[in-house]
């Protein structure tokens, strides 16, 4: 265990999936550094959520710099801050740029910044999925000994704390009514549509999960509305809720969710770390063995997956919720 550090830098920007991952190493960071003053470093979407995260007392959202004014200034903040350690769970070429500014005399850096004085060395830490692999680099820091590097024995994140401060926790659909609810998430990044089930498929999931006796709640940004609307054509009960969720309200649904279904994206990430029992749909846009949330989780692959079945996805549904399907809610 390091000698006992009082400042503290954590950097993790994007995106909403990694970021949630990465919540089981900033715990294992503040176990470690109980006493330490720690400053998260991250961008403006996660605000919100990590302030209101107990791993840190302070949160700069200027991690990635516009021009050289924002990085003189982003340096100049760093400097001024008298960080003695910094762990990186970026790695990224940015975290990278961020280590080679703070030149010279940068602090004890963990990470894979050129020159960083705590590498993370593991020659197959790109084939490790996030959780193992961010594990494996707090024990190469001196503060995991003990860390869980085999492929799964990582734990997942630990969203109780955001569980417990979140009003819509006591106001989730289905809280007052007999009927379970499945949280869909059929939307993702406009710019990686290779990732997303049709939302013709979703649409007639709904359908037969309705005709079981779920409700279905909709998720996404405001962005994926149209989406939400294709939904209720064929289930006009379905209730939207795309643009009106912040991420503590997303937790909250998912902890209290029957079902989540979705693509790999962020929202998803979000409801299984929260306890929902989970189908994740991939493509090969994405490797599940990297970056698939972890908990009771169905893991779908489809290389295109307009190829994927609604019966396979039912299928799944059923299998993951056995109790329901023993009373008769999954019922044929």
């Not at 569980?163 to 009927?179: E, H």
């Not at 997303?196 to 359908?207: D, G």
């Not at 090969?284 to 169905?298: I, Y």
């Amino acid at each position: 265990m390091p000698r006992n550090i009082a400042r503290i830098l954590v950097i993790k920007l994007s995106a909403l999936g990694d970021f949630v991952l990465a919540l089981a190493a900033m715990k294992k960071i503040r176990e470690a550094h109980p006493k330490a003053h720690i400053t998260l470093l991250t961008t403006p979407p996660f605000e919100a959520l990590a302030r209101s995260c107990p791993y840190f007392n302070a949160v700069d959202t200027g991690g990635r710099p516009q021009g050289l004014a924002a990085w003189l200034d982003l340096r100049r903040r760093l400097k001024a801050a008298g960080f003695e350690r910094v762990y990186d769970l970026q790695t990224s070429s940015q975290s990278n740029r961020i280590f080679q500014a703070l030149r010279p005399g940068p602090p004890a850096w963990s990470g894979v910044a050129f020159g960083c004085s705590m590498p993370h060395r593991n020659p197959d830490r790109d084939r490790m999925h996030t959780l193992e692999r961010q594990a494996d680099q707090l024990m190469h820091a001196g503060i995991w000994p003990d860390a869980p590097t085999e492929p799964g024995s990582a734990p997942p994140p630990d969203l109780s704390w955001i569980l417990k401060g979140s009003a819509t926790a006591r106001s989730t659909p289905g809280a007052n009514r007999p009927r379970p609810y499945v949280l869909f998430v059929p939307g993702g990044s406009a710019h990686r549509m290779d990732k997303r089930w049709p939302v013709e498929r979703y649409s007639e999931l709904a359908r037969i999960l309705y005709g079981r006796g779920f409700d279905i709640v909709i998720i996404g940004g405001p962005q994926e509305t149209d989406l939400a609307h294709t939904i209720q054509r064929t289930t006009p009960r379905a209730r939207d809720l795309t643009g009106r969720t912040d991420f503590a309200a997303v937790a909250a649904l998912g902890a209290r969710a029957a079902l989540a279904v979705g693509n790999d994206t962020g929202p998803l990430h979000l409801a299984a770390a929260a306890g929902a029992p989970t189908i994740v749909l991939f493509s090969k846009a994405s490797d599940p063995a990297l970056s698939a949330p972890r908990g009771r989780v169905a893991i779908l692959r489809a290389d295109d997956l307009s190829d994927l079945a609604v019966a396979q996805v039912a299928q799944a549904a059923q299998a993951l919720v056995p109790p329901l399907a023993r009373q008769g809610a999954l019922a044929p």
